[in-house]
Nanobody, 124 residues
Framework: QVQLVESGGGLVQAGGSLRLSCAAS????????MAWFRQTPGKEREVVGA????????YYADSMKGRSTISRDNARNTVYLQMNSLRPEDTAVYYC?????????????????WGQGTQVMVSS
């Protein structure tokens, strides 16, 4: 059974930082491209960043460029999202997702496995 478990969310003041983690089990982690998405009520789930299976290529949404870093540790079956200079508009539930293959996608439907999400709240 595949499980993706996010952690690291919480309440932070604007300008602060958070590091999200996603621990994977039940899959050959190094064979999966991983991504972080986020969603707020009434809005579509949107990609935040993605990283290829090897970690040598990353993608960031324009809203997070320069403020976030996605990384992975294949030995620990974990993907991370470091977020800095957080803004109130970053408030959302953050999800990690996994898809097979060597290339990342920004499309939600291309990801097969999802975590339950972790809440990030940024106060002004």
């Amino acid at each position: 059974q595949v499980q993706l478990v996010e952690s690291g969310g919480g309440l932070v003041q604007a300008g602060g930082s958070l590091r999200l983690s996603c621990a994977a089990s039940g899959l050959s982690f190094s064979g999966y491209t991983m991504a972080w998405f986020r969603q707020t009520p009434g809005k579509e789930r949107e990609v935040v960043g993605a990283i290829t299976w090897s970690g040598d290529s990353t993608y960031y949404a324009d809203s997070m460029k320069g403020r976030s870093t996605i990384s992975r540790d294949n030995a620990r079956n974990t993907v991370y999202l470091q977020m800095n200079s957080l803004r109130p508009e970053d408030t959302a539930v953050y999800y990690c997702a996994a898809r097979t293959g060597a290339y990342f996608s920004t499309r939600r439907n291309d990801y097969r496995y999802w975590g339950q999400g972790t809440q990030v709240m940024v106060s002004s």
